[in-house]
């Protein structure tokens, strides 16, 4: 307890001698840290509206408007005999015009409206992208069917694209990640190298090298944390600004919802950010320690 | 009992400290520098508990190097260095902040932490050294009186004359209660009254027991003091004194 009470105190007195240098480490950590998080908030995006897209695997049929919902029955067991399909869900025009309203969330006045457009509509769900084609074409040949719609090309590009941004993502991440902690522990090294007179005289009088070591990590832990605080806080609020902007002129845009995305986001930044300074100050002070 | 050294050819073996009462030994030790220069050739030395050494030479004798050898900051290319009874060459690297918390070593240029007071600069050495709490401000208090500084203990280093800067330096290098005490040219930037004061609490120390190793080439008063002197010239000792001084070392400078 004594001797923590003495790193808090070098600590807080090393940080008192030279604010200037804590606060260039603090913004170096701060800087990089949000270059990460604008990172992974994309990153997170891309994957989300990947993964929308290609769950998106069905086929919808738009039924004529003279459609007589006695035959339902009929029409669904037509389509159901089709291989590939798994599933088939009515959709009556009430039902799809009440999802409109609550996916538009009331930002477009829908009262306006004289009477209902939509038509009565047949979700097929299917097994794989690859039946896609085939049910689409045959549900077209029915009757009764005004229009068919299945997503085919755009969910076999968003699954590349799911993969291809998961690789890049990785190697990206790690590049960055590898690039801060340099950066990090090289302006770590400048406060370490203003002390290297101090580190000179606590060996000199007998401190053992834990001893020298612990402040110099608790403060560039200290530093990380600060640093990766104040950057998750500008992306996280400067994203819960920017996606009902977004959602406002493309109502549709699969965005990662703000509130689940910070729940995880802004822990594993602070995370990072404290092991960041961790490991630079590691580095950095082992380059004066001879033990 | 196993050793490594036992499986070394005999000739490879490293001699046992020979002397029951010897706090510094060395035997064949060489040392260089990772530059290619070598700063020690073949020294043998022997220093007993509670003696008294002046370690005399020209700039680049090797006094400091051989200093260095005793604190570990050196380690030799060959030969055995016991302090205390202990090879200090065999010490593990984080093995050697022990081996400095039963030696004091105080410099030239005093080295001490500029933002801290006296008082703080000495009680630093037992904080870092993981000294209960309670017992540094009696041995703090203890050292500085013996170095009649007291009454400034508030002062920062540079409140404080050259000569007072030392004596915090000695203060902190006795704080632990050292079996020995190195001084690299401790009077090197004193004014000859303050180096006497300095070579005084050194003969106090000494005189309490403590064994003393002074590396200097201030003639006058290693002419003054009558102690050991040992002569270092280009990596060797050349000269071994009782009761010496100066002039004779200055003559075996001058004449190689």
Known sequence: MATLRFFLREV?????????????????VMVLTMILGFFLVLMANLSNLARDLASDLKVVAYLQNDFDRETLGELRVKVQQLPGVEGVVFVSREQAFEHLKKRMNNRIQLGDLTHNPLPDALEIRVRGPEDLE???SAVKQLAKVEKVRFGEDVARRMMSLNRIVRYVGFVVLGLLLFSTLLVVSNTIRLTVYARRRDIEVMQLVGAAGWFIRWPFLLEGMLQGLVGAALAATVVGESYRLLVPQLLKSVAFLPVAQPDVLLLWLCPA???????????????????FLRF | MFSWR????PAMRRPKATYEDSMVELHGVNLTYPNGYQALHEVELLVRKGEFVFLVGTTGSGKSSLLKLLYRENEPKNGAVYVDNQDVTELRRHQICYLRRRLGVIFQDFRLLREKTAWENVAYALEVTGERRRNIPKKVGRVLELVGLLEKRKRLPSQLSGGEQQRVAIARALVHEPHLLLADEPTGNLDPDSSWDIMQILS??????TTVLVATHDQQIVDTMRKRVIVMQGGRIVEDLQRGNY???GRVAVSS
């Open chain 2, 247 to 249: 002039a004779v070392s």
């Open chain 1, 134 to 136: 085939p049910v689409g």
């Open chain 1, 269 to 287: 930044l602070l995370v990072l950010g404290t092991l960041v300074g961790l490991l630079g100050s590691w580095i950095s002070v082992n380059r």
């Open chain 2, 204 to 209: 106090r120390i000494n005189a309490e027991g």
């Open chain 2, 6 to 9: 036992n499986l070394l050819s």
């Open chain 1, 12 to 28: 807080t007195t090393n940080i008192r001698r030279s604010p200037l240098m804590s606060v260039a480490s603090v913004t170096t």
